[in-house]
């Protein structure tokens, strides 16, 4: 194995929720792509870093435009995920995915995430084939509904047991009939 298919395979071990970078394009398409590299930074500010590929047409779309929104994916948007995250394609989202309430002037919000985070760049770095951007958190949307978080492991989408399947597990576990 190469150095680089190393570190795909160490990083294919740490789980995540999936997140989907929403932005609008320079002809105003409300468009995502899946991001693997994002992560808080800080309560206050709050802010966080999101590494996206100075290769990709979000990047040029972010660089430009200075703003962005995270959506932290529900189990239930493993098709959103899939779409966003085929490189080389349009990333333009589907109109059923949208929430229909968010305001006009803000970044795609998607129908169904845990929660939608609208961000201004406050700066960004270069960093080998990556920018690493630095959003300053100027809104926070969080979905009322509990729903399970759709998460990344192993190169698979999967999802964490739901509290019914919690509870039967211990009570199995306890010695449970």
Known sequence: MTEADLFREAFRRHAATVSVVTYLDGDGVRSGMTATSMCSLSAAPASLLVCISRETRAHAEISQRGRFGVDLLSVVQKPIADYCSHAGTPKGLR????????????????????????????????????????????????????????????????QLESPTERAERFHWELGGE
Not at 103 to 122: I, M, N
């Open 95 to 158: 109109e059923a995915w949208l929430a229909t309430d968010a305001e006009p002037e803000a970044t795609p919000r998607l129908r169904d995430s845990l929660a939608h985070l609208e961000c201004a760049v406050d700066t960004s770095y270069v960093a080998y084939s990556h920018s690493v951007f630095v959003g300053l958190i100027r809104a926070v949307w969080l979905n009322p509904k509990e729903t399970p978080p759709l998460m990344y492991h192993g190169g698979l989408y999967g």
